[in-house]
């Protein structure tokens, strides 16, 4: 089974630039996070789709980070502008619809922005 | 606000040594608790538990969850090098996964 599947896998970018991030999750995974990690902490939840409606974007910083989820598959997350403060690693995940599943994670893009 | 919290945030040990990692939460619309191993950027799933008192296993590796005083813990026994790793766990409510900072454990040889 192909993994939960993410691209560019390192960016780097200066403030005030944009960036877009890809993920292409495990196929008939309904439930697709993005997440934030910032070096030493753990994952904070940015955003969180089922199939392709939002279900959970109260972290999410709007004035400058924006997702979909064309088609309730892949989806992108975009940062414009890009601050300093944004440098982190992006994690995508995605679950079945299944209750009390876990959920899969791919290799992550690391971004930083100076 | 839904809340979990790791402890302790690093370990250093040996190896051969015996570690356990703490796990305490405070959510609304509990489901489950998932521990994760994290060695370079995707985190990998360990276990997952949603009853109290039952323990899970996987090698050396062991993990209980006591939703009565809202905690979990991972036991590892008989540390290996390659156990050096971030240790996160992670709370599932009504669909969404809510993470703790992470134990950084490092094994040394």
């Known amino acids: 089974e192909a993994g939960v599947a993410q691209s560019p896998r390192y960016k780097i970018i200066e403030k005030r630039q944009s960036v877009a991030f890809w993920c292409n999750p495990i196929?008939?995974?309904?439930?697709l996070y993005w997440y934030q990690q910032i070096l030493g902490q753990g994952p904070k939840l940015l955003i969180q789709?089922?199939?392709?409606?939002?279900?959970?974007d109260s972290q999410l910083p709007k004035d400058r980070f924006s997702a979909e989820r064309l088609k309730g598959v892949d989806s992108t997350l975009k940062i414009q502008p890009a601050k300093l403060e944004d440098s982190a690693v992006y994690l995508c995940?995605?679950?079945?619809?299944?209750?009390?599943?876990?959920?899969?994670f791919g290799q992550g893009t690391r971004l930083t922005v100076v | 606000e839904d809340k979990v919290v790791q402890s302790p945030l690093s370990l250093v040990v040996h190896e051969g040594d015996t570690v356990t990692l703490n796990c305490s939460y405070e959510?609304?619309?509990?489901?489950?608790l998932l521990w994760y191993k994290q060695e370079k950027k995707a985190p990998t799933f360990l276990f997952m538990l949603?009853?109290?008192?039952i323990e899970k296993k996987s090698g050396r590796l062991s993990s209980i969850l006591d939703k009565k005083e809202l905690f979990s813990i991972l036991n590892i026994t008989a540390t290996q090098t390659g156990d050096s790793a971030v240790y996160l766990c992670?709370?599932?409510?009504?669909?969404?996964?809510?993470f703790g900072r992470g134990t950084q454990l490092t094994v040394w040889p």
């Open positions: 949603t009853s109290s008192g």
């Open positions: 995940a995605s679950r079945p619809l299944v209750a009390r599943t876990e959920a899969f």
């Open positions: 789709f089922q199939n392709n409606g939002v279900v959970d």
């Open positions: 959510v609304t619309n509990f489901r489950s």
């Open positions: 992670a709370v599932g409510t009504l669909g969404r996964l809510y």
């Open positions: 196929s008939g995974h309904a439930t």
